[in-house]
């Protein structure tokens, strides 16, 4: 992304609460940086993990937890959060990568639905109530986060400095070696590259970048809930990556965004939200094979 | 610099708008708008969903479709069983649409936290659909009212009553987590203080599909009654597998902890007959009630269950509360709530000040294929009454309760 791209999506974040309704945009930010953090993993390593919710809920249940029991502050709560999910992604890393294809999305799958589990019997969850009253508290000591405002540009720039982290790694030596183990590992490895690790690496980031996703939507909607653990969020992130076009920077973005976007303009017309995100997703695998952002570069790239 | 400038500005009237008070009398914006929060497409569609919007579509329009001169409007949302979306969408309601009260709100995760934040917000909620006692103990609200029942009137009642018919002994098949714990031990408290035994447990975990295992061990326990304390598709499951093993034709008793009238639809009555449970509606009760079915009947071609019965009852005593307060002010509603008899189809309950509307609950049984009438209420003729548990003995007391704005 050049310095124009850059100003715009910082100008157009500055501005959007004026647009569109605070909260929703938060909503928005919350699961973009979600499947952020995601693509990073399969979009850029070519590891399909199935058990995503498990560091995006365990982050938010997490730091629900700690501002709420310990009364430390909201960053306080997203970084414990955050190292939470980075601890849990490098115990999964750790068991999954050894693993390839469908073995390793179904390890994924079933350590996080080891986490599902726990999350609905340990005490402190408060099992199908969720964690809830999670205090919004002051940033810092002196910002009031319950204004709508203040919480949406903490928001914003936790997003903006998570999206900035991973455009570097993508960028970096590490992200060319990524894409050289997701294209042709053997040959990684006969150029030298401890392949395992590197992928452990990318996992871990990635772990730690969806917790602080889910650690910033408990701060916002207050509450950690069975929803955040279960496969279908799993799931959800898929879709979003994929709709939006996974491999590229803004492609989980603009499916986050779209998916959320339509479960909550769609919200006012009852039962069929799930039969539109359906035929989205249908239509995109058929027709946008790229995704939507991929598909349009790809047009971009084709006309100049 | 001038940008941040003018969004510093714009925060700051944002804010000032937002502690700004809210007039005191009269209508605010106009109209006085409800919004149904429900469970539109996924498990739960079924005991609410558009039904709980016809129902409360049904209770403006009986109610005059005006109240103190202004229009009611009615709006809806599917929060698609997820907190935040529940939570955003009724931030929303509050903030943009200025919706005066949320009812339904099924699903307890996203029934306590829209209850938390529609009371910061200065907003009364009529929750019918969830059953979580923490609505009104630790996580009370000021503005927060539990319409229509909770986990621990379902089980405290059936049990009351089927002891007290001589169920005496009891082994539970529990859902392994806090939910099914607390059904059990609210249960075991009851039939233990009035004298039964306890015969045993057996904890299956939470959406399990074979339960034969389990009701051989209940079977072999000699129990009268085994109580199911889970809820959804594992209460479903186990009768249905009890029905295989014939475990009520060899004399047992199964009582059910959370059963909705579309449960035992779905079962039909030759698997569910005899199933005994407590609910807050029956359509075919008294004549109030079995107006209120066959209009919503005739309008959406299924009879009400309770939480749909509820939404109605709800926004009812709802706008009688405004039209009594003369505003739809939260606090001047919400004193005259706690002031007003809630009428619930003939019978008369109150609303305490930890907000759990306290009123009569119903012991049913299924019933059996010969006592069915197809000629009575469109093949819902389900259920029978069997018992009527007074509002007091069916709810935990204020001083059992931990709700915080109780003085004790």
């Known amino acids: 992304m050049n ?16 647009a569109v309704y605070p909260v929703l945009m938060m909503e928005l930010l919350c699961f973009a940086l979600f499947a952020c953090a995601f693509n990073l993993l399969l979009g850029y390593s070519g590891l399909l993990s199935f058990g995503h919710a498990a560091f995006f809920g365990g982050a938010a249940y997490i730091c629900g937890y700690a501002v709420t029991a310990w009364h430390l502050g909201p960053l306080q709560g997203i970084l414990i959060g955050t190292a939470f999910a980075g ?23 079933a350590l996080a639905q080891i986490i599902f589990f726990l999350c609905l019997k340990m005490p402190f969850t408060g099992g199908e109530d969720g964690l809830q009253g999670v205090p919004r508290g002051m940033l810092f000591g002196f910002i009031d986060l319950n204004k709508p405002l203040n919480m949406y540009y903490t928001v914003f720039a936790i997003f903006m400095i998570c999206f900035w982290l991973i455009w570097r790694a993508v960028n970096s030596p590490f992200g060319q070696v990524l894409s050289a183990i997701r294209e042709n590992e053997a040959r990684a490895i006969s150029l030298g590259y401890s392949v395992e690790r590197i992928k452990l690496l ?6 730690t970048l969806a917790g602080t996703a889910g650690a910033t939507k408990s701060i916002v909607f207050q509450t950690a809930s069975l929803t955040d653990v279960s496969w279908h969020t799993s799931g959800e992130v898929i879709l979003m990556t994929l709709v939006g076009g996974m491999g590229t920077l803004l492609g989980p973005v603009v499916g986050a965004f779209t998916i959320v976007g339509l479960q909550h303009e769609l919200s006012s017309i009852g039962s069929w939200v799930t039969v539109i995100i359906g035929l989205t997703f249908i239509v995109c695998v058929l027709v946008f094979r790229r995704g939507m952002v991929g598909e349009l570069t790809r047009l971009w790239k084709r006309s100049f | 610099m001038k940008k941040l400038a003018c969004s510093l500005a714009c925060a700051a009237a944002l804010g000032l708008s937002v502690t700004a008070p809210v007039n005191a009398a009269g209508i605010s ?40 001169g202004k229009p009611i409007k009615i709006v809806s949302a599917d929060h698609q069983n997820k907190a935040d979306v529940g939570s955003a969408v009724a931030r929303e309601w509050i903030d943009k649409d200025h919706v005066d009260m949320i009812t339904d709100i099924l699903n307890s995760a996203v029934g306590i936290a829209v209850q938390k934040l529609a009371s910061e917000k200065h907003t009364i909620t009529m929750n019918t659909g969830a059953g979580s006692t923490a609505l009104t103990n630790k996580d009370c609200t000021k503005y927060g009212i539990h319409y229509l029942y909770d986990t621990y009137a379902l089980p405290v009642g059936t ?28 249960t075991e408290t009851i039939v233990k203080s009035l004298g039964g035994e306890i015969k045993g447990a057996v904890q299956a975990p939470l959406g399990t599909s074979d339960f034969s295992s389990y009701l051989i061990q209940a079977q072999g326990s000699g129990a009268k009654v085994i109580g199911l304390a889970n809820a959804g598709a594992d209460t479903i499951n186990a009768i249905k597998q009890a029905n295989e093993f014939g475990i009520v034709q060899k004399g047992q008793q199964l009582a059910g902890m959370l059963v909705f009238i579309s449960d035992v639809k779905s079962l039909g009555l030759d698997t569910a007959k005899g199933l005994q449970f407590t609910t807050g509606y029956y359509w075919d009760r008294n004549d109030a009630s079995r107006k209120f079915g066959n209009a919503f009947y005739a309008k959406f071609g299924k009879m009400p269950t309770m939480d749909q019965a509820g939404v109605y009852s709800a926004v009812l005593n709802y706008l009688k509360a405004v039209k009594a307060a003369g505003t739809d002010n939260a606090d001047a509603v919400r004193a005259e709530l706690g002031k007003m008899k809630i009428d619930f189809f003939g019978s008369v309950g109150h609303i305490r000040a930890d907000g759990l509307n306290v009123h009569d609950m119903y012991l049913v049984k299924v019933k059996s294929p010969k006592e069915f009438n197809p000629n009575v209420g469109h093949g819902w003729d389900l ?3 069997e018992a009527t548990i007074p509002g007091d003995k069916a709810y935990m007391s204020l001083a059992q309760g931990s709700c915080k704005l109780v003085k004790k």
Do not use: C
């Open chain 1, 202 to 207: 990318a996992f871990v980031l990635s772990a």
């Open chain 2, 29 to 68: 914006n106009g109209e006085v708008k409800i919004g149904v929060l429900s469970d539109m497409s996924g498990v739960y569609s079924a005991i609410g969903g558009k039904g709980s919007v016809v129902a409360a579509e049904m209770a403006v329009h009986d109610f005059g479709g005006t109240v103190l």
């Open chain 1, 3 to 18: 310095r124009i791209a850059w100003i715009t999506v910082i100008v157009l974040g500055l501005l959007a609460p004026f």
């Open chain 1, 87 to 109: 601890g849990l992604g490098l115990v999964f890393g750790v068991l999954a990568i050894r693993r390839q294809g469908i073995y390793f999305a179904m390890i994924t799958l």
């Open chain 2, 383 to 385: 259920l029978k009454v």
């Open chain 2, 159 to 186: 049990a009351t009553a089927i002891v007290k018919g001589g169920g005496t002994s009891w082994y539970f098949i529990t859902a392994d987590y806090a939910f099914g714990h607390s059904l059990q031990n609210n």
